[in-house]
């Protein structure tokens, strides 16, 4: 009798760590949403790497591939803006758009669509 009941309250603790573990709440892993917002920011794939902590630049590189396949299939179409004045300029780097060039006084900028 006692291997019997020996069974059921390990089969029981079992069951009730499985149940422990589906109610459990799925973590998101922080590096890969660090790193996106990061990179996005920089384009500098050393620095994501000293901000990861990683050794080597390859394991950083997965992590540019994963990007790459995922944002890439934006169009090559843009929002362009001009500017002359620093209050224009401010605002337009507030909202996104990124400096390409200064023609004739006016810099010119831009923001996928």
């Known amino acids: 009798m006692s291997n019997k009941l020996q ?3 390990k ?16 973590k ?10 990061e ?5 500098d794939p050393y620095d994501v790497k000293q ?3 990683h050794k080597s630049i390859k394991n950083t590189e997965i992590y540019i591939n994963i990007e790459q396949a995922l944002f ?6 843009f929002h362009v803006k001009v500017a002359e004045k620093t209050e224009e300029i401010k605002a337009l780097l507030e909202v996104g758009f990124e400096y390409i060039c ?3 006084g006016l810099m010119f900028f831009r923001k996928h669509k």
């Open 28 to 37: 998101i892993p922080k590096q890969p949403v660090k790193f996106f917002t």
């Open 39 to 43: 990179y996005h920011k920089t384009k």
């Open 72 to 77: 890439t299939d934006q169009t090559d179409e």
């Open 7 to 9: 069974r059921l309250r």
């Open 102 to 104: 200064e023609k004739a």
């Open 11 to 26: 089969k029981q603790r079992e069951l009730l760590k499985q149940k422990a573990l589906q109610d459990k709440p799925q």
């Open 51 to 53: 901000l990861l902590g």
